[in-house]
């Protein structure tokens, strides 16, 4: 029989609102479920990826308890277009009576430039695609302002609108308000149905964020989420509390904590519940991630630099005591698509408008050059 059980393989999100850098694919992710008072470990994705150091598959395995052997539960192939975007995703489930990959999900993207514009999803029914939903998104330039999910109606042949995202920037531009709204196909309007603010610190690092469901025609609170980083601006602690209506307080309900590499790439994440006045372990991810993510860090890291997120979507954070310095962003063909002033010691290019792949990165000023290869996702 199929396995009943599908891990999240997506890599892709439609959304990167970048409040916090998304970790990068790893190329080992493992995941534990604390259970007897020590950690199980019950399933397995291994990715491998193409010449440009990007996934272009995905292979989960689960934990057969009876067995105690790991068996595959689905797999996610991934396809780029000349941009290194991606244009098309299948994901297929094991059936292990005829010992076979079995067609299960697919979608495929479209794009305007750099900008997502729509994701098509599909379902293996009888043996074709058959639509079951898509997201349409609007930009403002590079921005994300608006997302919205359709239903595929096969009857009436025609798309039924289900879910609004509206989102809404400061000044640098950081995400400050998602709005989310729910289609009435009775009066064939947009109702209110959720609302999240961003709060940053000095460093425009997401300090707070709030969680707010819309009922009897207000705004009422729900959760509330914490972010700490450390001195190099890596996240450590995600706190979670929901909105206690008694006492009119948020209490602690669950953290995540993360364990760094220098890049600032989580290699352990422990889930938390917070029951009785203590933290109970729940679950813990543990990732490796591919050599080309690392090449060069460690002579980076000697020269007192520090470049993060390796792979960067929409910004790159560059931590240098090189001062008055410039980065200059190169194409491997050595043409020049991006020069930056580098005015402190920790700064943020935005290099949202670049295609994904791989760039040569050179850090000068006047007396010393660093080289380090980045890559754009």
């Given at each position: 029989m199929k396995l009943k059980l599908l891990f999240a393989l997506f890599f892709y999100a439609h959304v990167t609102l970048a409040q916090i850098a998304a970790p990068p694919v790893p190329e080992t992710w493992e995941n534990d479920l604390w259970f007897s008072n020590q950690w199980m470990h019950f399933s397995t994705v291994n990715y491998t990826f193409n010449v440009d150091c990007l996934p272009n598959l995905a292979v989960s395995q689960v934990l057969d308890f009876g067995s105690g052997i790991f068996v595959n539960s689905s797999r996610l192939t991934i396809s780029y277009n000349g941009n290194n975007q991606v244009v098309e995703t299948i994901n297929e489930l094991w059936n292990s009576v005829n010992a076979a990959w079995e067609n299960d999900r697919r979608s495929t993207q479209a794009y305007d430039g750099n900008n997502l514009t729509e994701i098509l999803h599909y379902l293996w029914i009888n043996n074709a695609w058959l639509l079951e939903y898509r997201i349409v998104n609007a930009y403002n330039g590079s921005l994300l302002t608006e997302s919205i999910t359709q239903q595929w109606d096969i009857n009436a042949s025609q798309w039924i609108n289900d879910i609004k995202s509206e989102f809404t920037y400061n000044s640098i531009p950081l995400l400050e308000i998602a709005l989310s709204s729910a289609w009435s196909t009775v009066d064939n309007v947009w109702i209110n149905d959720g609302r999240t603010t961003f709060v940053y610190d000095a460093n425009n690092l997401l300090n707070i964020k709030t969680f707010e469901d819309w009922e009897s025609n207000?705004?009422?609170?729900?959760?509330?989420?914490?972010?700490?980083?450390?001195?190099?601006?890596?996240?450590?602690?995600?706190?979670?509390?929901?909105?206690?209506?008694?006492?009119?307080?948020?209490?602690?309900?669950?953290?995540?904590?993360?364990?760094?590499?220098?890049?600032?790439?989580?290699?352990?994440?422990?889930?938390?519940?917070?029951?009785?006045?203590?933290?109970?372990?729940?679950?813990?991810?543990?990732?490796?991630?591919?050599?080309?993510?690392?090449?060069?860090?460690?002579?980076?890291?000697?020269?007192?630099?520090?470049?993060?997120?390796?792979?960067?979507?929409?910004?790159?954070?560059?931590?240098?005591?090189?001062?008055?310095?410039?980065?200059?962003?190169?194409?491997?063909?050595?043409?020049?698509?991006?020069?930056?002033?580098?005015?402190?010691?920790?700064?943020?290019?935005?290099?949202?408008?670049?295609?994904?792949?791989?760039?040569?990165?050179?850090?000068?000023?006047?007396?010393?050059?660093?080289?380090?290869?980045i890559i754009k996702k």
């Open positions: 207000a705004w009422v609170n729900d959760r509330q989420e914490t972010y700490t980083f450390d001195s190099n601006d890596f996240l450590i602690e995600s706190l979670v509390s929901e909105w206690n209506t008694s006492t009119m307080v948020y209490d602690l309900d669950r953290r995540e904590t993360y364990t760094n590499n220098a890049q600032g790439y989580y290699t352990e994440l422990v889930r938390e519940n917070y029951l009785l006045g203590s933290w109970v372990n729940e679950t813990r991810d543990r990732r490796t991630y591919p050599i080309c993510y690392t090449l060069g860090v460690e002579n980076l890291l000697a020269e007192g630099v520090l470049v993060y997120p390796i792979p960067a979507q929409n910004v790159l954070h560059i931590k240098s005591n090189m001062q008055h310095s410039e980065a200059i962003i190169m194409d491997l063909n050595g043409r020049i698509v991006q020069q930056e002033k580098l005015t402190n010691a920790l700064q943020t290019i935005d290099i949202s408008q670049l295609n994904s792949g791989v760039y040569i990165l050179k850090l000068s000023n006047g007396n010393q050059v660093i080289t380090e290869k």
